[in-house]
């Protein structure tokens, strides 16, 4: 199993904009091979001061299969097709991929 945790951060004004087009390429990536979950998150209020909000964030939960699997996806002409879309909207991107310890 492969988790990963992907933050992209949008400009100012882009959020609703970049979530749509996210959301409307989600059956491409649940259906490919090897995908178990793949999901956007955005930060919520706690009231914990720990919790630092940011507006511009989109945080991407994912786990799959295999390592195999998620190169795959980040070679998916779909994947290729939405960071064209949102290349605009996108001022950076980090990834965590994770495996059980």
Not at 9 to 36: H, M, Q, S, W
Not at 60 to 86: D, G
Request: with cysteine.
């Amino acid at each position: 199993m492969i988790d990963v945790v992907a933050t992209v951060t949008v400009r100012e004004d882009a959020l609703e904009e970049y979530l749509e087009k996210f959301k409307a390429n989600l059956p491409n990536v649940l259906a490919e091979k090897g995908c178990i979950h793949y999901y956007p998150t955005v930060d919520c209020d706690t009231g914990w001061k720990r919790q630092a909000k940011d507006p511009r964030a989109v945080t991407v939960i994912e786990r799959w299969e295999s390592m195999e699997a998620l190169q795959a996806h980040a070679r998916a002409p779909h994947m290729a097709a939405l960071r064209e879309a949102t290349k605009g909207l996108v001022t950076a991107v980090q990834l965590k991929v994770l495996r059980q310890a």
